[in-house]
């Protein structure tokens, strides 16, 4: 799966359970006990307790080092905790929006957000039809044609939200969407993402912004889950 592609959720993998409810169920994101130390004994952060509901957006904050980064991997189940379990209940697809947005630079606007419904077998022209509406919500349809290799810092960011919507995601995990962007396009980001929310995912957004983080409904904040043993030297490939 690329960064910002989507993925179906496995069942129990390395503390990632999945849960046995129907595919009504709205989606939810429990942590329980949850710990991760790259090194032994010494955690990013540890006791982190937190429900995680659709409909709502969540600011995951905290100081560079604290384990933004890697607690998403974890959400993603792409890195299994050291301690305690993420449980998820009517997750079926996950997507992340990474911190830079990656896009292939030759392919159109269009082709972004159409190749995730082609990958689930919709037509090419119902899929383009549908890729069409979807970027006209982002307010992309003036560059629907033009290469991704074109867009601006923030064209590129809503492109990748867009491709977001079009997966029908039940988990979104959006990394710093906001780090890049001047306050304007971070506003139009910030309204994307929320429109992400209300239509029924659970959404995690890691952020120094302080903007998003006063716009998200809650707040996770790994400075209050910090293992007060941790040696503070930074470490090389330890993610903040």
């Given at each position: 799966?690329?960064?910002?592609?989507?993925?179906?959720?496995?069942?129990?993998?390395?503390?990632?359970?999945?849960?046995?409810?129907?595919?009504?169920?709205?989606?939810?994101?429990?942590?329980?006990?949850?710990?991760?130390?790259?090194?032994?004994g010494d955690f990013l952060f540890r006791h982190l307790d937190a429900t995680l509901t659709a409909g709502r957006i969540h600011a995951l904050i905290g100081p560079s080092g604290s384990g933004k980064s890697t607690l998403l991997a974890i959400l993603a189940g792409w890195l299994t905790p050291s301690e305690g379990a993420v449980e998820r209940r009517g997750v079926a697809v996950m997507n992340w929006v990474p911190q830079l947005p990656l896009g292939v630079a030759r392919r159109s606007v269009l082709d972004?957000?159409?190749?995730?419904?082609?990958?689930?077998g919709v037509p090419r022209?119902?899929?383009?039809?549908?890729?069409?509406?979807?970027?006209?919500?982002?307010?992309?349809?003036?560059?629907?044609?033009?290469?991704?290799?074109?867009l601006s810092g923030g064209e590129a960011q809503r492109l990748m939200l867009a491709r977001a919507a079009a997966t029908r995601c039940?988990?979104?995990?959006?990394?710093?969407?906001?780090?890049?962007?001047?306050?304007?396009?971070?506003?139009?980001v910030i309204a994307h993402i929320r429109g992400l929310a209300s239509g029924g995912c659970v959404v995690v957004v890691a952020t120094h912004d302080l903007e998003l983080r006063d716009?998200?409904?809650?707040?996770?904040?790994?400075?209050?889950?910090?293992?007060?043993?941790?040696?503070?030297?930074?470490?090389?490939?330890?993610?903040?």
């Open positions: 799966m690329s960064a910002a592609g989507g993925a179906a959720a496995g069942g129990d993998t390395g503390g990632v359970a999945a849960g046995g409810v129907g595919p009504a169920a709205a989606p939810c994101v429990t942590l329980r006990d949850l710990g991760h130390a790259y090194v032994p972004h957000v159409a190749l995730p419904m082609l990958v689930r022209a119902v899929a383009d039809a549908e890729a069409r509406r979807i970027l006209g919500t982002f307010g992309l349809s003036d560059v629907e044609d033009h290469d991704y290799g074109s039940d988990l979104l995990l959006v990394d710093e969407p906001t780090a890049s962007l001047d306050r304007s396009s971070a506003r139009t716009a998200c409904d809650d707040v996770v904040d790994l400075a209050e889950a910090q293992d007060e043993t941790r040696d503070e030297t930074p470490r090389e490939g330890t993610a903040s």
